[in-house]
């Protein structure tokens, strides 16, 4: 079977996070092509069957979290039983404690979900931002996600990027002026996010959406 041909049969259930930001259609044909039985909710109830949540996300960091509030602790529990969490672009951004881009605003200090300890910073200023466009993807340690990636090109538009607190929550990097976290991972390895977009990242994001549903159906 070709990676472009979806599998037979779904091998997954997985949940989307509709809370108002994020490319949802389009993340939802990648995971469905990828094998997966999406179901697009912005009911918490939702996240208990099913083996994988997705956190897709475009915009502003606050506005994000603010949006985002009434699944915090839904998303925590979902975490605390074990289940796969998959942040994508600024959903992979909530993942960590805080983010610049708040204070940049003039909003103050807003927090994340603080699943993966760390803050997100701006590109230094003499870069040209957003960074948009593909981009290659340096594979820095083992994780499901990026099996069959290294090397790869994946499509990104970010001003911000990740900076965990630990480097062991780097699986990935790719250098724009700076070498910074393309994806990142909890210690646990199953809350994770990517800062490109996998749905618009031909074979590569489809492969990364691949290896996410698999990853959820061997839970």
């Known amino acids: ?9 779904t091998l997954a259930s997985v949940a989307m996070v509709d809370y108002g930001l994020g490319n949802l ?7 469905e092509r990828a094998g997966a039985d999406v179901t697009i909710t912005d009911d918490p109830a939702d996240f208990h069957d099913a083996d994988g949540i997705v956190l897709p996300g475009v915009g502003a960091f606050s506005e994000g979290m603010d949006n985002a509030g009434p699944f915090r602790e839904p998303l925590r529990e979902a975490v605390d039983r074990g289940q796969p969490v998959f942040g994508i ?10 983010s610049e881009e708040a204070d940049h605003a003039g909003e103050g200090e807003v927090e994340g979900l603080d699943f993966i ?3 997100n910073v701006r590109f230094a200023e003499g870069q040209k931002v957003p960074h948009m466009g593909w981009n290659e ?4 340690r083992d994780h499901p996600l990026v099996a069959g990636v290294d090397g790869e090109y994946a499509y990104f538009v970010h001003s911000y ?3 965990p607190d630990d480097e062991d929550a780097v699986v990935a990097t790719t250098d724009y002026g700076v070498s910074f976290p393309s994806i990142v991972a909890d210690e646990s390895g199953l809350v994770f996010g990517t800062q490109f977009h996998p749905e618009k990242s031909g074979e590569t994001g489809l492969r990364i959406l691949k290896n996410f549903v698999e990853l959820c159906a061997d839970r």
């Open 89 to 98: 672009c600024l959903g992979m951004q909530m993942l960590l404690t805080s």
């Open 25 to 31: 259609r389009s993340a939802t044909r990648g995971l």
């Open 137 to 140: 993807l340096h594979v820095e």
């Open 1 to 9: 079977m070709s990676l472009m041909e979806p599998p037979e049969e």
């Open 161 to 163: 990027y990740a900076r």
């Open 117 to 119: 300890p760390g803050r």
